[in-house]
């Protein structure tokens, strides 16, 4: 699969949900082994590629144009974080939470409701370190990438389907939606159970997380008061003290920074 392209016009990026491995512009040649793209498109007369978040080549792929390179946005934060990144974006939210409490717990009435909202807002937390760490591997490698399609939940035809737009966007340079509907569905997903973070972890970054009790309460209790507005199966509210409160969010945070202490390690990078 050839990694860098030359489109023999101008190019314009329209959405920031597409990123390129390198390049440039007032490429009067191609550079050395670059396969050419012949741009539909025109602006002001002025051949070029047109790139939407529906319409693109692949973002693992360098990009050089024949006349200029414009784009209308930065790429969104996700292509541009690390592993660091994600685990520094983990880490405020929680002490957001724990802000909200130490100087809002003051209100009788409304503390139990301040309590149940702060542990949705911590497993929130949990959820997203999750797909952050799917999209920072899914985005840097395509190996991953494609083992990230088995890992979001698409039925086995239409995971083949897609599988075959994709390789021709990396081997034919089709203009097409594919890569960006598989991180839609990584956006989309949720990975509020511990099967999933266990399941994903194991497939993207090689690591056993062990099994752990109080997490998977804890998940637990988010969903009965996310989807069941707090109640427990036989009817009654669920109720937290402060102390319980506090535990339950540091397990959380111990939780992940378990995994960040762990040796992730993308897989077969290509």
């Known amino acids: 699969m050839n990694t860098k392209v030359y489109v023999d016009g101008g ?11 390198g390049g440039g512009s007032l490429y009067t040649t191609p550079p050395e082994g670059a396969e050419i793209i012949m741009p539909k498109d025109t602006i002001e007369g002025k051949a070029c590629l047109i790139i939407s978040e529906n319409e693109a080549p692949s973002f693992f792929k360098e990009y050089y144009a024949k006349t200029f390179f414009s784009t209308k946005y930065l790429i969104a934060p996700f292509f541009g974080k690390n592993q660091h990144d994600c685990f520094i974006y983990f880490d405020n939210k929680i002490n957001e939470v724990l802000e909200l409490l130490e100087h809002n717990d003051v209100f009788l009435p409304t503390q139990q409701n301040l309590y149940r909202l702060s542990i949705v807002s911590t497993v929130a937390a949990l959820d997203t370190l999750i797909s952050d760490l799917v999209l920072y591997v899914a985005t840097k490698d395509r190996n991953a990438f494609l083992k990230t399609i088995d890992c979001i939940g698409f039925t086995a035809r239409d995971s083949a389907k897609l599988m075959e737009r994709i390789l021709r966007m990396w081997c034919d340079n089709a203009i097409d939606s594919a890569e960006q509907e598989v991180v839609n569905r990584v956006l989309q997903k949720s ?7 266990k399941n994903t972890l194991k ?6 997380i062990p099994k752990d009790n109080n997490i998977e309460h804890i998940i637990h ?29 540091n397990q959380i945070k111990n939780f992940a920074h378990s995994i960040n202490n762990s040796p992730l390690k993308i897989q077969h990078i290509g």
Do not use: C, Q, W
């Open 191 to 197: 990975y509020s159970s511990m099967s999933e973070i």
């Open 221 to 249: 209790l988010r969903h009965l008061i996310a989807h069941r507005n707090g109640r427990k199966k036989d009817g009654t509210v669920i109720e937290f003290s402060r102390d319980e409160t506090f535990t339950m969010i």
């Open 203 to 208: 497939t993207l970054y090689d690591i056993s």
């Open 11 to 21: 190019i314009v990026i329209t959405t920031p949900y597409f990123k390129y491995e």
